[in-house]
């Protein structure tokens, strides 16, 4: 978890759910916690704050290493933003803060993930951002109101929306197969 600031905490009661024997979750501060990674989870909040933790650590260069060897990556929320071409540019797309809204303006919305089988996942957006463009790599996986709110490349997976405040557990469950493949 990168454990700079906002959600982290959500993510790792999820993960803790997942089993039979749950994953062992660390948080993420300073360069050297990236050591021995099997994958990274880049939670929601507030970008610009991550973005000043980022720098203040010296993690830029660490996580870009880290996504380039093609460890696992999950990023909600402000986590799509930190991966984006305009921040930690991991992926190959370009992020649009607090798109649908400011605080007031967030919701809740069913979105149908590709890849992810059976119903929608209820999504919990908080102003959340849509990928306002895309390079040729970057899959668009899911859309809500004709935006872009869910994007893969390689074993980066990036939603606009907060899965880890609900109970479907099938994205982190997505993200735990990657990472058993990536080992």
Sequence with gaps: MLALQGGFAAHERMLAKL???PPRTREVRV????????????????STTMTLGVAREGLAEPLRALAAQGTPILGSCA????LDRDHLDVMDMRASRNAFGRQIRSFEADVA???IAGPPIRGIFIRAPWIAEHGPQV??????????????????????FHAELGGDERLHRLFLEWVGEAR
């Design 139 to 160: 899959e668009i996986l899911a859309e809500v109101e004709g935006h872009a709110v869910a994007a893969r490349q390689g074993r980066m997976l990036a939603v606009a």
């Design 31 to 46: 360069p050297h916690d990236l050591d021995g990674l099997d994958g990274l989870v880049v939670p929601g909040g507030e």
């Design 19 to 21: 089993g039979p024997i």
């Design 113 to 115: 993930v590709t890849g």
């Design 79 to 82: 986590g799509l933003i930190m």
